[in-house]
């Protein structure tokens, strides 16, 4: 081992930082079309909201099968520079030119806009799997220190928090000041830019990081599949995962909806986002003190209590105040910060426990990786169920609808009772989940 410290010692802060730029690429891609793109398709291109699901669903569902192949594909890699650390750079760029092109198409005739995003946002999940899943295996390989990973993942979070808030508060505001046409265009130039600044960012910062150069087993994909699935605490940790990524990604979804046909004030997709994100950038450090004082389990059910229960007060949002509506949904931020570092930073220690799955950690992320863009691609994929079941009339851009009472309803249920159903079966999972900060010591 080479680079700022060894594997079981500390790492240096230029690593911990130049590690945690990536989340700029990660946070920006990983909102802005959960924000953004399912109102694109229903009111803009004037797409019904249930095909839209679908188009915003299936590129991510090709992931799951592509994520673990990335995962392998990174394990065995031989580059002179890392086994990671190359498809940051190419992966990424690649990434921010294909989301430029992602709101770039026609939007008339309806089928021709809707072709358009189901392959530029195809091109968009398969260039995002080679740069996320060797890029979250990454932290197994720098240390094997319990709480420098806490350390570790608390300037990622922080990091994504502020990409977060960046791209997903800076795009609606946009696109209202530029008009749809040209609006979503510039989001698109705009988050663009913030991903190819992310790669380029945690290339370059990672250039001195210890990393793992072990050749990996040899053994078939079949066979470490079933090693992953047999791996019961893993299976705990991304069920739990997996179950808030759904809920977040229904919450994203329906902020827009909620901005528009519930509070309809200026600029009220904005600070609801704000909310939603703001509180990360002041809790992510209290919750990384709590996990190395406490525990990581015991950190992240607390966080998944925030979430549920930040999401289930605003069951009420359509004959609560406005200011009370935001601040349930920074209560909901509050939990979103633990419940974002505190999965990220077990995970390294479940996939490193043993000397044989070191060599198939990226297998590991790739799993993992899978199931948080299942989660995220189903989000909006339920939300836009909900708003069906509820009678949401799409439209085009500029054209004036009325929406019925039971379609106002739907955005209400799938921005607040879905999340938080899905969050209170999650801590059921993170319960059984085994409690090692004694044995990591």
Known sequence: MTGAATRAGGLDPSVRRGYGVGSVATGAFGTVPGLLLLPYLTDHIGIAAGIAGVIVFAPKAWDVVLNPIAGRVS????????????????????????????????????????????????????????????????PAEMTDDYDERTRLMTWRVAILALAI?????????????????????????????????????????????PALHEAPAEVSFADQLRVVRSDRPFRLLLTTFVAQALATGAM???????????????????????????????????????????????GYLIASLFLGAGALALVLTRSLPHGVVYACVAFVGVGYAGAQMFPMALLPDVASRSADARTRIGLYTGVWTAGETLGLALGPGLYAAVLALGGYVSSTAGSA???????LRAIVVGFSAVPAVLVALSWLSLRRFPDWKENAR
Do not use: N
């Open 75 to 138: 394990d065995r890699s031989q580059h002179p520079d890392g086994k990671r650390r190359p498809f940051l750079i190419r992966a990424g760029l690649l990434l921010a030119a294909c989301f430029v092109l992602l709101f770039a198409g026609p939007t008339s005739p309806v089928w021709a806009g809707a072709a358009w995003v189901a392959v530029a946002y195809l091109a968009c999940a398969t260039a995002y799997s080679f740069f996320q899943v060797p890029y979250v295996a990454m």
């Open 401 to 407: 609808v009325v929406q019925s009472d039971s379609a």
């Open 165 to 209: 808030l960046v791209s997903g508060g800076a795009s609606p505001a946009i696109r209202d000041a530029l008009g749809p046409e040209w609006g979503y265009r510039a989001v698109g130039l705009f988050v663009g830019g913030l991903i190819a600044l992310g790669a380029w960012g945690a290339w370059r910062g990672t250039r001195s990081a």
């Open 252 to 298: 994203l979804a329906g902020v827009d909806y909620v901005s528009r046909w519930i509070l309809g004030t200026p600029l009220s997709a904005t600070l609801l986002f704000v909310c939603f994100v703001a509180p990360a950038l002041l809790v992510t450090p209290l919750w990384q003190r709590y996990g190395v004082r406490f525990g990581k389990k015991r």
